[in-house]
Every structure is written in structure tokens, then in C-alpha cells.
């Protein structure tokens, strides 16, 4: 899990660094790279495509899609960790909306736990000038659809091989980026395609690692790893962006992830 955390991270850091190429451009790219390995993986072990519940399938693909198209923007206009650190509220969107999508029972204590985690994110965008009001809403928007995203993998556990449930993200991601992407194209130069490609692979990387982590280990000794993840993004962001941050804005992102991290356990 402290792998899969560092790549994601490596990840992140480079989506903000080509900045100057869109985000949505740049999920192209991602989709592309992830279409082509899952595919191969597909047929390498016979497994049927498109799978059978394909509606569930799609949405799955369509909520995804929102949700890392608005984490991407948040990476390229907002400082590193904060980005990172909302999107952490994830957790929280899977646990409210499996209320009604899962029929999941929430303990009364655990509002207190959201509670807390939200009012973290209000901390970070109030004494940080850097962050819009209209990024943060982009990115709490991209934890929401991911939530979502999540709970309807849970209703696909049991019809559908993992590999064709993470096909069909960037089969629906594909075709969507691309239209936008012809409206928006701005031509990589140089090292823009190896970093591109970097993206591509330190993704899959990073989900075949915490995968790993979540067949082999009880769930509840590795979730919680998952969110050393901010510890990277403060580093890439001190040493390759010269983010830094004042007392209270690391106070709300110590809140957001207590938050999450108290939810997980409770449940």
C-alpha cells in the first residue's frame, strides 16, 4: 500500500508539471495507455470483454470519468496537497451515498466524523488565497463521483471480473475526452510524451500494488496507509513546486484526514 501511495503520488506530481498541457488531454493519454494494457490482460487470460451487467458497467465508466477529469483540473489549478487532500473525502461521498445506492446502515457517530472532515476542507480554502471557491467545489465534486463510482462497483462485485469493471472506465472515458480533446489539443513537445507515458504507467502501477494490498491484508490494516499519500504530496509540492502552507491550512488537512480515517474504522 506504501507503494501504490508513492506512485499515485509520482503520478500527481506529474500531471501538475505539464500544467501547461489540458487536463483533459492529458486523460486521453491515460485512457489510452490503461484501454490498451487491460485489454491485453482481457484476452491474455479469455475473459469476456463487456461483461454482463452493461448498464451498471457504463455508469460506473460515466461517474469515473467526472470524477478524474475533476481531480485532474484540481491538480493543475490548486497546490498539490490540497488538491489531493479533498479528493481524500471520497470515503466519506461512498459511505453517505451507500446509505441509499448499497442500503449500507451509518452509525450516528460517524456524522460527527464527516462532520470534522468537512470542516477541515472549509479550513483549507478559507486561509489558503491560493484556492478558489469555484476549484474547491471542482473538487469536491471530483470526491463525490468517485464515491459514486465506488458503491456501484460494489453492486458489480459479484457479476463482474474486476479487469472488465476497470475496462470500461477508459472505454467510456476514451470517447468523451477525445471529442472535447479536438476542441482543445495543444501538441506535446519534448519530454511532455515521456512524462505522458509516465502517467500511464505509474497509474497501473499503483492500482496492481494497492490491489495487491487489499487481497492480501485485512482491509482495516491497510486503508488507513492509503492516506500517507498526503505526506508525498507535501514533499513533491515543497521540493518541485515550492508549495508551502501556514499552520491552520495544515490543522484542516490534518482534519479532513481524521475524518476519513476515524469513518473507515468506525465502520
Not at 37 to 60: A, E, H, Q
Not at 149 to 158: E, P
Not at 210 to 230: D, E, F, R, W
Request: charged share 10%.
Amino acid at each position: 500500500m506504501l507503494l501504490a501511495g508513492a506512485f499515485f503520488a509520482i503520478m500527481n506530481a506529474m500531471v501538475k508539471y505539464i500544467s501547461h498541457l489540458p487536463a483533459i488531454e492529458i486523460i486521453f493519454f491515460r485512457s489510452l495507455f490503461s484501454l490498451v494494457f487491460t485489454y491485453f490482460f482481457l484476452k491474455r487470460k479469455r475473459i469476456p470483454l463487456f461483461g454482463n451487467n452493461k448498464k451498471l458497467l457504463v455508469l460506473r465508466g460515466i461517474a469515473g470519468s467526472i470524477g478524474l477529469i475533476a481531480f485532474f483540473y484540481t491538480l493543475q489549478n490548486m497546490p498539490l496537497a490540497s488538491a489531493v487532500t479533498i479528493q481524500y473525502l471520497s470515503p466519506i461521498f461512498t459511505t453517505l451515498l451507500g446509505i441509499v445506492i448499497v442500503k449500507e446502515r451509518v452509525k450516528p457517530m460517524q456524522f460527527i466524523y464527516f462532520g470534522i472532515a468537512f470542516a477541515g476542507v472549509l479550513m483549507i480554502e478559507g486561509f489558503d488565497p491560493r484556492i478558489s471557491t469555484w476549484w474547491m467545489f471542482v473538487g469536491i465534486l471530483s470526491a463525490l463521483f468517485s464515491g459514486l463510482a465506488y458503491n456501484i462497483i460494489r453492486k458489480l462485485n459479484v457479476s463482474e471480473h474486476p479487469l472488465v469493471i476497470v475496462f470500461y472506465f477508459p472505454l467510456v472515458t476514451l470517447p468523451l475526452v477525445t471529442l472535447i480533446s479536438i476542441f482543445t489539443w495543444v501538441q506535446p513537445q519534448g519530454w511532455d510524451w515521456a512524462i505522458l507515458l509516465g502517467i500511464g504507467i505509474f497509474t497501473q502501477l499503483a492500482q496492481y500494488y494497492m490491489t495487491m494490498a487489499y487481497q492480501n491484508a485485512q482491509l482495516s490494516k491497510v486503508a488507513s496507509l492509503k492516506y500517507i499519500g498526503i505526506v508525498y504530496a507535501l514533499g513533491f509540492g515543497f521540493f518541485l513546486f515550492g508549495e508551502t502552507y501556514d499552520l491552520l491550512i495544515y490543522v484542516g488537512m490534518f482534519m479532513v484526514l481524521a475524518g476519513v480515517i476515524l469513518n473507515l474504522k468506525n465502520k
